[in-house]
Nanobody, 124 residues
Framework: QVQLVESGGGLVQAGGSLRLSCAAS????????MGWFRQAPGKEREFVAA????????YYADSVKDRFTISRDNAKNTVYLQMNILKPDDTAVYYC?????????????????WGQGTQVTVSS
């Protein structure tokens, strides 16, 4: 069983930056593709970014491309989401997730394990 714990959320002004971290335990981190998703109030959960097992390929939602960067450190069992030029529309609970099969990793159905989420609030 894999446990995922997100951290780094908070309140930031528009144009600011935050770095989310997701620490994994209880599994072989390097064998999982990792993703970040978010859910805003009254909206469905949506894909934000994903990264393959060795970090060779990354994927982004159009809404965050060129502003957010996903990365991973397999030695530290941690995946990161660097968020720059934040906008009020980025306000949401952000979740990290781990995928065993690691196919179609832009879809939440590909993920087997989820963290509890961390709140990101961007003020205008």
């Amino acid at each position: 069983q894999v446990q995922l714990v997100e951290s780094g959320g908070g309140l930031v002004q528009a144009g600011g930056s935050l770095r989310l971290s997701c620490a994994a335990s209880g599994g072989t981190f390097s064998s999982y593709a990792m993703g970040w998703f978010r859910q805003a109030p009254g909206k469905e959960r949506e894909f934000v970014a994903a990264i393959r097992r060795r970090g060779g390929s990354t994927y982004y939602a159009d809404s965050v491309k060129d502003r957010f960067t996903i990365s991973r450190d397999n030695a530290k069992n941690t995946v990161y989401l660097q968020m720059n030029i934040l906008k009020p529309d980025d306000t949401a609970v952000y979740y990290c997730a781990a995928s065993v099969i690691a196919t179609q990793i832009t879809r939440d159905s590909a993920y087997d394990y989820w963290g509890q989420g961390t709140q990101v609030t961007v003020s205008s």
